[in-house]
């Protein structure tokens, strides 16, 4: 069993910064591809960032490359996602996601491939 929660939500003005952090319960974290999807209204779920099991590789969407940075702590069972520059299109509900079954090098980039999620913490970026 495995439970995610997220926090580090909240409003921001556009050019501003937030980080967002993902407590993981249970024995899963270390072995784990982790991802940060959102989702904003109307709009379906997307991966924004992704990190593999070691730390070692890393995913970030065309949208947010240059501008946000995922990391692990894998002895905190903790992953972070720094968040730089922040626009009103980055307005959604982010949520934590674990992958148990991910191969060492894999980033899973679909919501279907992810077993576990945090509840969503919710960013709004200011014009």
């Known amino acids: 069993q495995v439970s995610l929660v997220e926090s580090g939500g909240g409003l921001v003005q556009a050019g501003g910064s937030l980080r967002l952090s993902c407590a993981a319960s249970?024995?899963?974290?270390?072995?784990?591809?982790m991802g940060w999807f959102r989702q904003a209204p109307g709009k379906e779920r997307e991966l924004v960032v992704g990190i593999n099991r070691s730390g070692g590789r890393t995913y970030y969407a065309d949208s947010v490359k240059g501008r946000f940075t995922i990391s692990r702590d894998n002895a905190k069972n903790t992953v972070y996602l720094q968040m730089n520059s922040l626009k009103p299109e980055d307005t959604a509900v982010y949520y934590c996601a674990l992958d148990r079954a991910a191969y060492s090098s894999a980033i899973p980039t679909t919501p279907h491939e992810y077993d576990y999620w945090g509840q969503g913490t919710q960013v709004t970026v200011s014009s």
């Open positions: 249970g024995r899963s974290f270390s072995s784990a591809a």
